[in-house]
């Protein structure tokens, strides 16, 4: 399985006039591109292609998810698109990702389609987060910083071969002047992402580098077999990222000798995937018309999100296209999350409620009435028929797709909001939403705030650590990691009582 190798503001302007948006459905991605349909063909069918090769590195099964629970790929013109979509303005970005319930999305700028081996930026950078997404998608629990990053680094390397294989782990050859030129980060602060945040400065260090390094070699190498199992069983246990390093790996200063060492080799292992290992589904492509390709800069913009200042201005453009297509249901349901986004909950729901007429299945339709409805019905004056109302379209979309996780979420809220005991039906299909959608944190708050409420402490500890030890946002005063320790005293007070009663 080894191989050798020697040692990479759009939302408020109108559309192109020559834009050909084209939309591509497969199995694990719904790719949106203003490129042709040759091209977001090819491009969706390599997507398929890494996920494939990835979940076989992995081990894990190739499960087809629902389709709402896929990854939705906008693909734009340029970099300098995805950097006015982020708001970026350091003039490198090339795509990034939003994981949320029900919607994960990734924005990128157009990719070379011309069938080559390796990758371009864009689909590096792609790669990068959609690695991340399988990651948490398939690890409910603690994902340290280092390891998150590391994991993402080395699956974005991937190169597809001519037997339809492809290969992951290759060089990182895009961070080899932050290895040999950036600020060095320690062992300790490496694995520690409190260490870390302690010694950080502004400079350009080697934390993305070393990260990918150090995955590379726990996993390929064979120097240390089984390690990095044992330190993902420790952090899953409870054990801190310094005490998980320390149990598994043992003498960090030994390890970061040998990580030294393996930096400096000149030939690279990695780890190719033949061909017939590969899966590639069905790939579905259509050309939108002429009314969903004038509503995709409005599209683009609500599904990066808005905020006050921006909402309003966007409201404008929808409803003047909404105008110039009134009957187009894609439209339609553009201007009902556009209506929602600025706070006009009714009339959200009647441009939901025209696109449903059109098209009864339409999924974005449905998810902005349920939204609206449900804001509708907190300030309702007749609370019980408006609740009633909102669950009614919540269970609309459930017989749409049984397996979307709003419908799940917002029965849940709406018995909560109207302040009716919660079902047991309720409380387990928030915790099927949360299954389906392991990074969402709202959801994942939520769920445990559940657990807490039905005093399965051991379950609510486990089900917040990730949030308590988020690496990106680790900090002892936050609420996540102050609850933690409110149920870590419930979990021990009821342990010492069920000793006391035995």
């Known amino acids: 399985m080894f191989g050798r190798i020697a040692a990479l503001f759009l939302f408020l302007l109108p559309a192109p006039l020559l834009a050909e948006w084209h939309e591509a459905s497969s199995d694990h991605f719904l790719v949106i591109a203003d490129q042709s349909e040759r091209d977001v063909r090819e491009f969706t069918q390599r997507l398929e292609r890494y996920h494939s090769a990835l979940t076989e590195v992995m081990k894990q099964p190739n499960a087809k998810p629902s389709p709402s629970n896929r990854v939705t790929i906008y693909v734009v013109r340029s970099g300098s698109d995805v950097r006015k979509l982020a708001g970026d303005t350091s003039g490198f970005l090339q795509g990034f990702y939003q994981p949320r319930a029900g919607g994960s999305v990734a924005f990128i700028s157009r990719v070379d389609s011309s069938g080559g081996r390796d990758l371009d930026d864009s689909e590096r950078v792609l790669f990068h987060e959609y690695a991340h997404h399988v990651m948490h998608s398939n690890n409910e629990w603690v994902s340290p910083r280092w390891l998150s990053e590391g994991f993402a680094e080395f699956y974005s390397t991937a190169r597809f071969e001519r037997d339809g294989g492809v290969s992951v782990g290759l060089p990182a050859n895009h961070r080899g002047y932050e290895l040999a030129a950036a600020r060095n980060v320690p062992i300790e602060a490496l694995l520690d992402a409190e260490t870390y945040n302690k010694t950080k400065t502004k400079a350009y260090d080697e934390f993305y580098g070393r990260s990918w390094a ?56 990695y780890l190719p995937i033949a061909g017939e290992k590969i899966s590639v589904g069905p790939i579905m492509t259509r050309k939108m018309g002429t009314a969903e390709a004038a509503i995709m800069p409005v599209v683009l913009q609500s599904k990066r999100g808005v905020n006050d200042e921006t909402a309003k201005p966007l409201l404008v453009k929808a409803q003047a296209i909404a105008a110039q297509y009134p009957n187009d249901p894609a439209v339609l349901a553009a201007l009902a999350e556009a209506e929602y ?48 109302k909102a669950r009614r379209a919540v ?108």
């Open 395 to 502: 269970s609309a979309l459930n017989r749409v797709e049984a397996d979307h996780p709003i419908p799940l979420i917002y029965y849940y809220r709406s018995l909560q909001a109207s302040a009716e005991p919660i079902t047991e039906l309720a409380a387990h299909g928030l915790e099927r939403a949360l299954q389906l959608a392991p990074y969402d944190k709202q959801v994942r708050w939520q769920v445990v705030q559940q657990m807490m409420d039905e005093q399965k402490w051991d379950l609510a500890y486990r089900t917040l650590l990730p949030l308590a030890n988020d690496p990106h946002n680790r900090n002892e005063e936050s609420d996540a990691v102050k609850l933690l320790a409110r149920i870590k005293d419930k979990l021990l007070a009821a342990e010492a009582a069920k000793a006391v009663k035995s």
């Open 214 to 269: 150090l995955y590379h070699y726990l996993l390929v190498s064979k120097k240390r077999p089984g390690q990095l199992v044992k330190y993902m069983v420790a952090l899953a246990n409870g054990s801190s990222e310094l005490d998980a390093a320390q149990q598994a790996f043992g003498d960090l200063k030994v390890l970061e000798k040998e990580l030294d060492a393996y930096l400096r080799q000149s030939r690279w292992t």
């Open 341 to 388: 986004d600025a706070g006009n909950h009714a009339a959200a729901v009647a441009a939901a409620d025209k696109a449903l007429a059109a098209n009864p299945s339409l999924v974005n339709a449905h998810v902005q009435k349920i939204y609206a409805l449900h804001q509708l019905a907190q300030d309702a004056t007749e609370a019980d028929a408006a609740w009633k």
